[in-house]
């Protein structure tokens, strides 16, 4: 093992640059710096060091680059140095799991990190579609719901729609304390500062987060470091990945990755589209989902992954929302009125579908399934009635059954998984069997 990393040390030593390319400065504004001598080796999404900042390049022409940095230019002049460093790389390593990082790889919770042997590009293409591996067996997660009417297995990619104040930090956390997975890789995205040191401390803990490793840009922070967190997540996952272990990823959320986007797409000149997103928006949504999921071959393992989405006024049809469903492998979508009324996880289940059924239940379970959704659904087009006492028992028989099993299924929504591996079935299949014949009361 000393072998080992004294050889990786070696290499880094040998693949380190002594030589740099300087720019300098020739104009500098509210949010973008024009740098000139740095065209001919620069590319896009290169970074630069400028005036003790680090910045990324968005637009190229022959006599100058463009450059956003990534904190406020107060203080730049005309003149100052800005030295070209290079790809957008990020070297993860096995020893980053316990540490809360920022986009760049420094640990944020205090010391330094080791540098891993390997650099990634944060933009890495997915395993080839044609190597990649079925979606595997179930996962336990916890939660009754996700145990069985919305079963997540391992290499599925699922949305989390909700908006803001319905329970999502609150859901995301409850699956990051109980999915089965070797690493658990957390994007914190645009959130309160208080809020990732709560999420570390109380919602994942020193047990679980021995496991994890959470890379975060707060809400102070610039698009540039806000977009680059959730690509350093993905590209840590994807270490472990390769590595053969089976990963869960959470990011939270995608309309901030994507609303970072925007704000450097704009300042590029990229033009504008639905709600102010620039048309590159949808491809950056689509090449993120697909670098998770099953892994390649026999060796490497796969990322099963959770994506939020923030969805202004419950609008399930916003370009964001509408681009990740269309991807991913089932979504879950939260509820106001749900969680309103007092019922965490405030999961509305008959929007809510996982892709991985029929093929993640057997034959009982997925006719547990079924009959859990007929229900549901036969209660939720007849509560106005039923609210208001307009309905009659014995009109209607589904709605009669309806009625009886609700109070049981809409509690099982929010319980915890019994232990065993059927046992979750089992409880599903108890609330259904409340459902007794009823008379007409006529």
Excluded at 25 to 36: E, L, N, P
Excluded at 325 to 334: M, Q, S, T, Y
């Amino acid at each position: 093992m000393e072998d080992q990393s004294f050889k990786d040390l070696c290499n880094r030593i040998a693949d380190t640059n002594v030589e740099h390319q300087i720019g300098r400065v020739i104009s500098a504004g509210s949010t973008v710096v024009r740098v000139t001598g740095l065209s001919r080796m620069a590319a896009i999404g290169d970074q630069v060091a400028i005036g003790g900042a680090m910045g990324e390049i968005i637009d190229i022409n022959t006599d100058a680059v463009t450059v956003l940095p990534d904190r406020s230019c107060d203080g730049l002049r005309i003149g100052e140095q800005v030295t070209w460093i290079g790809r957008s790389e990020l070297a993860p390593d096995d020893s980053w799991l316990g540490h809360v990082i920022d986009p760049y790889g420094a640990a944020l919770d205090g010391g330094s990190l080791i540098q891993g042997p390997v650099s990634r590009s944060l933009r890495a293409a997915p395993p080839p579609a044609t190597q990649r591996r079925h979606l595997g067996p179930r996962m336990a997660t916890g939660l009754a719901v996700f145990d069985t009417i919305l079963p997540l297995v391992r290499g599925q990619r699922m949305g989390l729609f909700a908006g803001s104040g319905v329970g999502k930090s609150m859901l995301l956390g409850q699956l990051a304390q109980n999915v089965d997975a070797d690493v658990i890789v957390v994007a914190l995205v645009g959130e309160r500062g208080r809020e990732v040191r709560e999420f570390v401390d109380k919602t994942l803990g020193p047990e679980r987060m021995a496991k994890t490793v959470v890379v975060a840009a707060t809400s102070d922070q610039p698009p540039i470091a806000r977009r680059r967190a959730v690509w350093s997540a993905m590209t840590v996952a994807e270490h472990f990945r390769d590595a053969g272990k089976q990963v869960f990823f959470l990011a939270d959320s995608i309309t901030r990755f994507a609303e970072a986007h925007r704000e450097i797409a704009l300042a590029a000149g990229e033009g504008v589209g639905l709600h102010g997103f620039p048309p590159s928006t949808a491809h950056l949504i689509m090449s993120l989902a697909e670098r998770a999921g099953p892994g390649q071959g026999g060796t490497n393992g796969d990322i099963t992954a959770i994506f939020s989405v923030l969805v202004a006024g419950s609008d399930m049809e916003g370009p964001i929302a509408d681009t990740l469903r269309g991807v991913l492998d089932g979504h879950v979508v939260l509820d106001r009125e749900i969680a309103e009324r007092g019922r965490y996880p405030a999961i509305d289940v008959l929007r809510s579908v996982s892709r991985s059924l029929p093929g993640a239940a057997n034959d009982h379970e997925n006719a547990l399934i079924a009959l859990a959704r007929r229900r549901l659904g036969a209660y939720d087009r007849a509560e106005m009635m039923i609210q208001s006492g307009l309905y009659s028992a014995g009109s209607d028989g589904d709605v009669d059954a309806a009625v009886q099993v609700w109070p049981a299924l809409d509690a099982f929504i929010a319980e915890k998984a019994p232990s065993g591996p059927n046992a979750a079935f089992d409880r599903l299949a108890d609330c259904l069997r409340a459902a007794r014949p009823v008379r007409n009361a006529a």
